[in-house]
């Protein structure tokens, strides 16, 4: 099993930042990928950014060039770099990582954490 846990959400004011990290522990595997998702209020959780063992990233075209993700392989930990916020950024943001378990990958989610972007 794997354990996240996310943390650094909170209250911005739109054009803001704020930087999530998310901690992996537990049975933890090399062959992986790591994702930040947001489910904003009402609607179906989206994937937002995602990024590879090897540094690859991808990102949801709503946050292309305001949203970083990067991860510390040596502390088993991703972050999702946020800036120059909008109230359409409000969500829970969650952290989901994608493992190879011997022959099989299994995803495991954190609990999530709020970001919550007023105008």
């Known amino acids: 099993q794997v354990q996240l846990v996310e943390s650094g959400g909170g209250l911005v004011q739109a054009g803001g930042s704020l930087r999530l990290s998310c901690v992996a522990s537990?049975?933890?595997?090399?062959?992986?990928?790591m994702s930040w998702y947001r489910q904003p209020p009402g609607k179906q959780r989206e994937a937002v950014a995602g990024?590879?063992?090897?540094?690859?990233?991808t990102y949801l075209d709503a946050v292309k060039g305001r949203f970083i993700i990067s991860r510390d392989n040596d502390k088993n930990t991703v972050y999702l770099q946020m800036n120059n916020l909008t109230p359409e950024d409000t969500a829970v943001y969650y952290c989901?990582?994608?493992?190879?378990?011997?022959?099989?990958?299994?995803?495991?989610w954190g609990n999530g954490t709020l970001v919550t972007v007023s105008s």
């Open positions: 537990g049975s933890i595997r090399s062959h992986n990928a």
């Open positions: 990024i590879t063992s090897s540094g690859y990233a």
């Open positions: 989901k990582r994608h493992q190879q378990e011997q022959r099989t990958w299994v995803d495991y």
